[in-house]
């Protein structure tokens, strides 16, 4: 079955950076795309980054666009997100995803079924 690990979170103070990490496996990786959600204390889960099977087009919401960046590395079925410049208001749970079916293009939040288990980041002041 799908599976998704990831890392990298963890406490980090207003400005700063970084990576989160997920591996995927279960499945042939390089056909679909990938996310990352968050969902912060009393929120909704929301959609912040998507990246498609080829690495080719991503999708930004727009509180993170220019300081977030997602990638993915096909030979290693992993895919990352790098956040920069970070906010107090970035402090969640961050999820990694995949999507339902194959060759789609990660920008539509309907398209994701999988989710890993969560790593939590913490923007302090």
């Known amino acids: 079955q799908v599976q998704l690990v990831e890392s990298g979170g963890g406490l980090v103070q207003a400005g700063g950076s970084l990576r989160l990490s997920c591996a995927a496996s279960?499945?042939?990786?390089?056909?679909?795309?990938m996310g990352w959600f968050r969902q912060a204390a009393g929120k909704e889960r929301e959609l912040v980054a998507g990246?498609?099977?080829?690495?080719?087009?991503?999708y930004y919401a727009d509180s993170v666009k220019g300081r977030f960046t997602i990638s993915r590395d096909n030979a290693k079925n992993t895919v990352y997100l790098q956040m920069n410049s970070l906010k107090l208001e970035d402090t969640a749970v961050y999820y990694c995803?995949?999507?339902?079916?194959?060759?789609?293009?990660?920008?539509?939040?309907?398209?994701?079924?999988?989710w890993g288990q969560g790593t939590q980041v913490t923007v302090s002041s």
């Open positions: 995803a995949t999507g339902r079916g194959p060759y789609s293009s990660g920008g539509d939040f309907r398209q994701y079924a999988y």
């Open positions: 279960g499945r042939t990786f390089s056909r679909y795309a």
């Open positions: 990246i498609n099977w080829t690495g080719g087009s991503t």
